[in-house]
């Protein structure tokens, strides 16, 4: 594989569009000074991807577009297209030419091609990767890479051989590796850290989960509870249901108060069902225990209360058969007397039979039209006890529905509340939510406010730690081209104290008097020490002085002849010698004397004008053969070319080491100046570069990355609480609407009670009125058949006076006998009324002590309730802490 063609266009000094060829054979580019060779060697460079422009001799990489001359305007753009032959197949591809290219603008965009296609420096890298062939490899050399192998600083030697080996692909490929391996190690710390976290979190979710297993564990014992209590009080009125069932055969007259005591009861027991049912349905909220041991307490109280009215109505009973007993007495107290009466009737009646004929038809008249007038009165009272028995259950009933209307109404009270202080109470939550929720999102804002400038910060420091590492690689360059500089003036000075040293220009004569007798003379040298100039006449002086430049240059002819004496002495041959003060003032100079370029001590001013004041220079020998015409000067050109006085022509090669004689200690004195600038150079360049790594040193990123994350972290977590917080008041404002809602219902329930309990007032009132008529109706009717009775018995008592007149005194005394055992039944029919009384008054004081058993267990229950109430508010007080405390 071989370089074939370059093409060049808007590149440095290649305005134009260029094209070298490269032919098999061409290894190396020469030229005269700032013909280009260096811009075709950055441009190959430039192309293979090379992105530090001090490599490219420029500050930055925009200068390497045509900037424009004064005929030709600055370009806009700078491409060059390199082909390769890849005969060999070193290349990785089926191409036999393989033209890679690169454009810049100035807008700062760039592209890379590979034939003619954009692609990436990364894969114009790949491609000539272990090639030999790179921005940085062997394959282009340049001067000052020659003397890098060679000094073998910062490893170069090396790189260049790990190039040459091929083994610059698989390092490269273990850089990737490791890259790899730390963006790994990276990854694995952030997966820790994430670990981190969610075991946080995972800790704090258990512990949540263990509090919602005692809750659960809670609720199912308030579950077992409720069912307890349901199934108790179910029993219970149960229990209160059997004996009035049995006590309904008693009597047809209690079997209706009977009747209707069950039915409540039954609604009772369906209202208990239907409590039981409601708490069923909120037993899922251990607040609403609460409330039902509220309303159970409540209810008990509610029966409590019908339970003594029962005990009330039946003292009322007893009290009226108490005083039917007292009755029954006094009636057996007249029967008593009206059997004693009937004897002494019996014994005594013997006479009246035809008057009591004649008032039997009377008597039996007047009986009938009484009985008749009493049976319809006894009708009308029997109506009209029926119609107070049924005013009065309705009365009894329309009460037992206003106490539960009343009792509903004051649940509902206690539950609107109860409703509004939790309305309330979230209300206030919320409030607090959205307080925290204010105070996270001015955190956020900080938070947010703080990784920005963080980010900044990192930012500022990667962008600063970059600009130093440029500044630092830009002063290691500085300084190694320093140091190849400094090396090369050392060299050179070596060289040059070498030559000065050893004298070995000059012939023998001369190295033995410089270096042996020097001391002896107060001016002793040669004229190539005396005479210096600059390094475009060097060569024209050395050559136009020739032999001249080995004179002795000594300040008296005494000191000539003591300086020939000890070469005779010595028989170290010959040598010329110049004394000083054989030497006129001054000489003609011809105005472009080559002395004129030459500069001297004034003392050797007269040497310099005899030696050079006839000697011409010029550019070339057919200026200087045109321009002299044998007019007696010398002419010679700036390659050393000598045309001298008599015509002679000295010229051939040039050495490599021409003019290099002249000025000699001069040229080492300006050599070691320059040294030492240089010296001073690198030294304020290392000075600098030691400070740049300090500065460099000094930003840790990983400290500034390592604070971002802790900021970013920071504004996870206020984000994260505040969407808690969010989530936290939408779930409060969904329950505030729900109670809303509910306290709606209860509010529409409430009013429909309050409706339904004005609408009982009128009823009840008018039920009272209608019993209070049908009282006095009975009194009425009462105190009319009394009269009616009286009147009847006394018809009767005619009609059986006349009976008994009027039958044979035999029957009278039969009639008497009846008499006296109808008295005798009376009696007994009393008697037996009395114990029917008696075991009925009995039976009421056993109900009431049955009552008053009922009202103390009633009483131990709502005890029971009430203490369980106060565990159930403990218990909702411990939840709410424990959820204040999660919260």
């Known amino acids: 594989m071989y370089i074939s063609e370059l093409e060049l266009q808007g590149f440095k000094s290649f305005a134009y569009k260029t094209n070298v060829s490269f032919d098999k054979g061409i290894t190396a580019i020469v030229g005269p000074n700032g013909c280009g060779k260096s811009n075709i060697v950055d441009a190959m460079r430039w192309v293979l991807g090379e992105q530090r422009p001090t490599l490219l001799r420029s500050s930055s990489m925009s200068n390497v577009i045509f900037n424009g001359t004064a005929k030709k305007n600055a370009l806009g753009m700078a491409e060059v297209y390199l082909t390769f032959v890849n005969n060999k197949g070193l290349l990785p591809t089926e191409y036999n030419e393989v033209t890679i290219g690169r454009r810049l603008y100035r807008s700062g965009e760039s592209e890379y091609l590979i034939n003619g296609t954009t692609c990436r420096l990364k894969d114009i890298t790949d491609l000539f990767m272990d090639t030999g062939m790179s921005s940085d490899a062997y394959s282009v050399i340049e001067l000052k890479m020659v003397e890098e192998i060679l000094n073998d600083k910062n490893n170069d030697r090396r790189r260049l051989f790990e190039e040459a080996a091929g083994v610059t692909r698989y390092k490269e490929k273990r850089k990737k590796t490791f890259r790899k391996l730390d963006e790994t190690q990276a990854d694995l710390q952030r997966v820790e850290d994430i670990l981190v976290e969610v075991r946080k979190k995972t800790n704090s979710l258990e512990k949540q989960a263990e509090k919602a297993q005692k809750a659960k564990k809670f609720k199912k014992e308030l579950e077992h509870l409720d069912k307890a209590l349901n199934k108790h009080e179910y029993s219970k009125i149960k229990e209160e249901l059997e004996p009035l069932e049995e006590r309904i055969d008693n009597a047809d007259k209690e079997k209706k108060e009977i009747i209707a005591k069950a039915e409540k009861l039954e609604e009772e027991a369906e209202e208990a069902r239907k409590a039981l049912s409601k708490k069923e349905r909120q037993q899922s909220e251990a607040q609403r225990r609460v409330s039902q041991l509220n309303s159970k307490i409540r209810d008990t109280e509610t029966t409590l209360e019908i339970t003594q009215e029962k005990i009330a109505n039946e003292e009322n009973v007893i009290e009226q058969y108490t005083s039917d007993i007292e009755q029954s007495e006094k009636d057996l107290e007249d029967l008593r007397e009206a059997f004693e009466s009937s004897k002494k009737k019996l014994a005594t009646f013997d006479d009246d039979l035809e008057k009591a004929e004649k008032n039997l038809a009377e008597s039996k008249e007047r009986y009938s039209e009484i009985q008749q007038e009493y049976n319809k009165e006894q009708e009308k009272l029997n109506r009209l006890e029926k119609e ?204 472009d004397s080559l002395a004129n370029q030459v500069e001297t001590e004034s003392k050797f001013n007269a040497l310099k004008e005899l030696l050079l004041g006839n000697v011409r220079v010029f550019n070339s020998v057919d200026e200087a053969y045109s321009s002299l015409n044998n007019n007696g000067h010398t002419g010679v050109t700036l390659d050393g070319e000598v045309i001298t006085n008599t015509q002679f022509f000295k010229s051939g090669s040039k050495s490599k080491n021409a003019g290099i004689r002249v000025g000699l200690k001069d040229k080492i004195a300006k050599l070691e100046d320059k040294a030492g600038s240089i010296s001073s150079e690198i030294q304020s360049s290392e000075d600098l570069l030691e400070d740049v790594q300090q500065q460099y040193e000094a930003i840790d990123l990983n400290e500034l990355e390592q604070e971002l994350k802790e900021k970013e972290k920071q504004v996870r977590n206020i984000e994260n609480n505040i969407n808690s917080f969010e989530h936290k008041i939408e779930i409060y404002q969904k329950n505030i609407g729900e109670l809303k809602n509910r306290r709606e219902s209860l509010i529409d329930n409430e009013d429909s009670s309050q409706q339904q309990l004005d609408q009982l007032q009128p009823k009840q009132k008018e039920l009272q009125q209608k019993l209070k008529d049908l009282h006095e109706q009975q009194e009425q009717k009462k105190e009319t058949l009394q009269e009616l009775d009286e009147e009847r018995s006394i018809a009767q008592s005619r009609y059986n006076d006349a009976q008994l007149k009027h039958q044979d005194l035999k029957n009278k005394v039969e009639n008497h006998e009846r008499d006296i055992k109808r008295a005798q039944e009376g009696i007994k029919n009393l008697k037996k009324r009395l114990k029917i009384r008696s075991e009925k008054t009995e039976e009421a004081k056993e109900r009431i002590d049955k009552y008053q058993s009922t009202i103390e267990q009633l009483k131990d229950e709502l005890s029971t309730l009430k203490e369980k109430k106060q565990e159930a508010d403990k218990q909702l007080e411990q939840a709410e802490e424990a959820s204040g405390k999660q919260r």
């Open 388 to 591: 107070f028995s049924q005013a009065n259950q309705d009365l009894n009933d329309l009460q037992t529905k206003r106490i539960k209307i009343e009792s509903r109404l004051e649940n509902t009270e206690g539950d609107l509340i109860r409703i509004r202080e939790e309305i309330e109470d979230l209300e206030d939550e919320i409030m607090n939510f959205r307080g925290e929720k204010k105070l996270a999102n001015e955190k956020l804002q900080k938070a947010i406010k703080a990784r920005d400038q963080q980010q900044e910060k990192l930012q500022s420091a990667r962008e600063q730690r970059e600009k130093l590492s440029e500044k630092r690689n830009t002063l290691k360059d500085q300084i190694r081209s320093h140091q190849s500089k400094l090396d090369s003036v050392q060299s050179e000075i070596q060289l040059l104290q070498d030559i000065a040293n050893s004298n070995e220009a000059f012939p023998s004569s001369v190295q033995f008097l410089l270096e042996n007798h020097a001391g002896k003379f107060s001016q002793l040298e040669v004229v190539s020490n005396v005479l210096s100039t600059d390094e475009k006449h060097a060569v024209a002086l050395e050559a136009v002085l020739a032999d001249a430049l080995n004179y002795i240059v000594v300040d008296t002819l005494d000191d000539a002849r003591k300086a020939a004496t000890l070469l005779k002495e010595h028989d170290k041959g010959r040598a010329t010698f110049i004394p000083l003060d054989q030497l006129s003032d001054s000489y003609t100079t011809a105005s």
